[in-house]
């Protein structure tokens, strides 16, 4: 189990109340939560002494000299690095993983509309875990793995 901030914001459209889940009450230097397509299951990617992680951050490095790109900085922000980092985790339950909870979509009515304030105070919840893998990542040769580095990068230009 891991332990989560639960929000629960009221939807502007429909007025019914949402409920999501936040890492910022266990933000841990070094750590991302990911979560299944349902966002019912959790994981802690830990990316210190990562081996798979280490690999990834060379390679976009080295993707970014061979495209001739020199701002390398923009593909190293967290943003951008997750959803890269994307691709080098395995699926769970049939679908990709994600690492991010937005955009913040009103489960009944399908609005981005929420109101500002919590409609409960902040709380934690204990939520079901699963362990992010890479199995599918690792057999690939670093020719395959930079080439698909690549054409991802190549969206953001
Ligand atoms: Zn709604």
Not at 1 to 15: D, F, I, R, S, W
Not at 32 to 53: E, G, Q, T, Y
Not at 106 to 133: M, N
Request: charged share 30%; glycine share 4%; net charge negative.
């Amino acid at each position: 189990m891991l332990k989560l901030g639960v929000e629960v914001v009221k939807c502007l459209k429909c007025g019914k109340d949402n409920r999501f889940l936040t890492q910022a009450d266990i933000y841990e230097y070094g750590t991302w939560i990911a979560h299944n397509r349902k966002c019912d299951r959790f994981s802690r990617v830990m990316l210190i002494d990562n081996p798979v992680f280490d690999e990834f951050l060379e390679m976009i490095g080295q993707v970014c000299s061979d495209l001739n790109i020199e701002d390398k900085e923009k593909y190293l922000h967290p943003d951008i690095t997750q959803a890269l980092f994307l691709m080098a985790c395995d699926p769970v339950d049939g679908d990709v993983i994600s690492f991010r909870d937005e955009p913040r979509i009103c489960r009944y009515c399908g609005s981005k509309e929420f109101a500002d304030t919590l409609s409960e105070p902040l709380h934690a919840a204990e939520v079901e875990t699963f362990e992010v893998t890479y199995d599918l990542w690792n057999i690939k040769t670093k020719e395959e793995k930079k080439h698909l580095l690549s054409e991802a990068i190549r969206k953001y230009l």
